[in-house]
């Protein structure tokens, strides 16, 4: 699986930006997609999930501003980010989680792929 996101850039507080993520390989459709963002130096951290059954969830310091969807026609994840904050400055990354379950025997595969991150970019 190889995912390609896009859509960052410099934009003013108070402002929209909008990513996406295209996915090729893989069954795009069976995925929980997700935005992460990682401050340099820390670990990433969860700003958004959809589930594969479309059910979105966010970090609550994006709750009533951003919004996550997805076009399984298109294998594409967005993340429209709208009231955007200079602390919103930070590389985000999209991910594809995916767990598939065996009963003979019992097994449990898990898949995990990264985008290769988009800049975003907040002014005071």
Not at 38 to 49: E, F
Request: aromatic content about 12%; overall charge negative.
């Amino acid at each position: 699986v190889q995912l390609q996101a896009y859509g960052g850039g410099l934009v003013q507080a108070g402002g929209s930006l909008r990513l996406s993520c295209v996915a090729s390989g893989g069954t795009f459709s069976d995925a929980d997609m997700a935005w992460y963002r990682q401050d340099p130096g820390k670990g990433r951290d969860l700003v958004a999930l959809i589930t594969s059954s479309g059910r979105p969830n966010y970090a609550d310091s994006v709750k009533g501003r951003f919004s996550i969807s997805r076009d399984n026609n298109k294998n594409t994840v967005f993340l429209q980010m709208d009231g955007l904050k200079p602390e919103d400055t930070v590389v985000y990354y999209c991910n594809w989680h995916h767990i598939d379950w065996t009963d003979d025997p019992p097994r449990k595969y898990e898949y995990e792929y990264w985008g290769q991150g988009t800049q975003v970019t907040v002014s005071s």
